[in-house]
């Protein structure tokens, strides 16, 4: 079993920045896909950026290519999604997850197996 925690998210006004932060428990963490999602308000929750097991994969969705990045510490088990230049539509509950199926890249929320509890971020305009 494998416990996710957020952290860092808040209010910021638009062109500003944030970061997230998620903690994990458990010795298999250095295995696992990460990814980062999010959901606002009415609609589906969706892909944000993902990253391989070892930190050299990273990937985006295109409506945050080139302003968020994603980064993992395996010694301190734990992801972080930096976002700059937020923008009002960016206003959402970010969610970590762990995808257990080895290496790829994965995009869909069946294909992770454990989630955080979420954490808003909200941007104001």
């Known amino acids: 079993q494998v416990q996710l925690v957020e952290s860092g998210g808040g209010l910021v006004q638009a062109g500003g920045s944030l970061r997230l932060s998620c903690a994990a428990s458990?010795?298999?963490?250095?295995?696992?896909?990460m990814g980062w999602f999010r959901q606002a308000p009415g609609n589906e929750r969706e892909f944000v950026s993902g990253i391989n097991w070892s930190g050299t994969r990273t990937y985006y969705s295109e409506s945050v290519e080139g302003r968020f990045t994603i980064s993992r510490d395996n010694a301190k088990n734990t992801v972080y999604l930096q976002m700059n230049s937020l923008k009002p539509e960016d206003t959402a509950v970010y969610y970590c997850?762990?995808?257990?199926?080895?290496?790829?890249?994965?995009?869909?929320?069946?294909?992770?197996?454990?989630w955080g509890q979420g954490i808003q971020v909200t941007v104001s305009s």
């Open positions: 997850a762990a995808c257990t199926r080895g290496d790829g890249q994965y995009y869909q929320r069946y294909e992770y197996d454990y």
């Open positions: 458990g010795r298999h963490f250095s295995d696992y896909t």
